[in-house]
């Protein structure tokens, strides 16, 4: 990217998301300030300045004591309380009203309002979610692996989980509950099929690590062999076959057939079985944009009950969609649409295979991969590089690659609309939903300073922007999810035993209440500026991650 592309970026991200970004942030500076000037009046301080924005006043009133004000720089807030500086000259009379005079637990309490109504205000947040119902994961299996106990189980792609142990199900997350709360045990689950046959049965619920590392729990329920997501409908297309003869090919996503959308595999097969004609329309790259094309697949292609591999339709997970610049895949020639059937003298079946061979690679000699290019077979020989990968865990993860993206997709689970029972139920889902999130931001925290999460998961203001940008074009749900998680942020960041922030002021507090005077000026100046340094060292740290995040992409 050279300077001009950089600044236009930057433009044009800022300007399309300076409306969500100064609505969620002045909100939750607002709630945070308002703790502090709330409690402080009650204990009788005086404040004189309440200011949403640093710098300059671009809008201003006063009442009574207090000058109410709207600043130029929109990165934060303060309240002004007098007495509040050390070496204020406090007269007598106007020790009353004076911050510094007041009691250590007063202090204590005004300080810790500002965090505290960050955390309150997320509790009201998640229970407005509840209230207004929440779009969440209806509890409905993706897919199930074949011959997996799930499959003997009974369970099937496209099951509906309607109860367990005779209690209702209304979301995925219900279902998770009742299987971590019923490890290595055997539950009784009635279960609606595709076809709407309803049946019962017993299902086995076996105890797995948590892949969550932010997660207070080591180990949760899952049923062996559900997969976590459906595949969609992006096909491989084998070479020769009759669906490439048709005019498919690899990489080709079916989006309809004969005017029903489309969007897991398993509606492919069964269409595909049908034997009647298909008319489809295809989603296909032509000339590097997405374009719509109607497809017909007519009976004389294809016999009834034919399988998607007679047909000639397979997985894309084998089939290259991108081979990396300047990459050892690229060097090799390997080339987009190639497909992966050997690496040395092992035939490989799925991503999985390829993935873990190449992280496994020895630094030796290279590794002899055979991929098939219109129909013929050609083998390359291809020495790994090692790079560096952030893991779904926020891990940075130094491995063995060769620069190549399969075609894999998706399906989007479905969705259900879940409404609290009540106002209490809607304020337990709302309480229990912010300290789930309060517990993992904390785990985040230690996480990271234990070198197991990455720094480069550090972000600052520009990718705050980013979420309240993308959320907020999402819908009135995921801008408020975020703004709830980003108010448990800022209660935790605000406690944390740093001088300049709360939690640091909190702790010469708490010290003068132990000891029964105050640090020294000349202690507390010293502890200032070193937060200020940390504070300063970890902003510039969240800008680098931010700038090499959104604008150079690494």
Not at 533 to 538: D, E, K, R, S, Y
């Amino acid at each position: 990217m050279n300077i001009l592309e950089f600044f236009q970026s930057v433009s044009s991200g800022f300007l399309s998301g300076i409306i969500p970004f100064t609505i969620l942030l002045g909100i939750l500076i607002f709630v945070h300030e308002l703790g502090h000037f709330a409690v402080a009046r009650m204990c009788g301080v005086r404040v004189e300045v309440f200011s949403l924005g640093f710098g300059k006043k671009i809008l201003s009133y006063k009442k009574g004591d207090t000058t109410y004000c709207l600043s130029l720089i929109p990165l934060g807030g303060y309240v002004k309380m007098f007495g509040e500086q050390n070496g204020d000259t406090v007269s007598e009379a106007d020790r009353v009203h004076s911050f510094t005079h007041k009691t250590v637990w007063q202090r204590i309490a005004i300080v810790l309002a500002g965090p505290l109504m960050n955390f309150f205000f997320a509790i009201a947040v998640f229970t407005f979610i509840s209230v207004i119902g929440e779009e969440t994961r209806a509890p409905v299996i993706a897919e199930v692996e074949s011959n997996s106990p799930a499959a003997t189980m009974g369970l099937s792609a496209g099951d509906r989980i309607l109860s367990i142990n005779a209690t209702e199900l209304k979301s995925y997350e219900d279902l998770q509950k009742f299987l971590n709360a019923n490890q290595n045990s055997t539950v009784t689950a009635k279960v609606k099929t595709i076809s709407g046959e309803v049946k019962d049965l017993s299902l086995t619920v076996a105890s797995i690590k948590n892949p969550n590392i932010f997660s207070t729990e080591k180990m949760i329920g899952d049923l062996t062999g559900v997969l976590p997501l459906a595949r969609g409908t992006t096909v491989g297309v084998i070479a020769g076959s009759i669906a490439e003869k048709t005019g498919l090919k690899p990489g080709d996503e079916i989006i309809e057939i004969n005017k029903s959308k489309v969007s897991k595999w398993t509606e492919l097969e069964h269409m595909i079985r049908s034997g009647a004609t298909l008319e489809i329309i295809i989603e296909r790259e032509v000339n590097g944009k997405r374009e719509k094309i109607p497809h017909t697949i007519s009976q004389q292609d294809y016999s009834p009950n034919m399988t998607m591999l007679a047909f000639g339709l397979e997985q894309p997970d084998l089939y290259l969609d991108q081979v990396v610049k300047d990459s050892p895949a690229e060097q090799a020639e390997l080339k987009r649409y190639d497909k992966i059937v050997q690496i040395n003298s092992v035939v490989v079946t799925k991503w999985e295979q390829i993935l873990a061979t190449i992280k496994s690679f020895d630094g030796k000699d290279g590794l002899m991969i055979t991929v098939i290019r219109d129909g013929a077979e050609l083998t390359k020989k291809i020495t790994p590089q090692v790079t560096s990968q952030m893991t779904a865990q926020g891990k940075e993860d130094r491995r063995y690659t060769i620069g190549i993206l399969p075609f894999i997709n998706y399906s989007q689970p479905e969705m259900v609309k879940v409404k609290a029972d009540g106002v209490f139920s809607a304020l337990t889902k709302g309480t229990e939903r912010t300290w789930d999130i309060t517990s993992m931001t904390v785990i985040s925290f230690v996480r990271l300073f234990q070198g197991e999460i990455s720094h480069k998961n550090v972000g600052g203001m520009i990718s705050i922007g980013k979420a309240a940008k993308d959320s907020y074009e999402s819908g009135l749900q995921s801008f408020l999810m975020v703004m709830g998680i980003l108010s448990v942020s800022l209660f935790i960041l605000n406690l944390l035993p740093i001088p300049v922030l709360d939690g640091g002021h909190l702790v010469f507090y708490f010290i003068e209440a132990i000891k029964g005077s105050p640090l020294s000026i000349k202690k507390m100046e010293i502890a200032q500026q070193v937060g200020f340094i940390l504070l300063m060292g970890l902003m510039v740290l969240a800008i680098f991650n931010d700038v090499n995040k959104f604008f150079f992409k690494s």
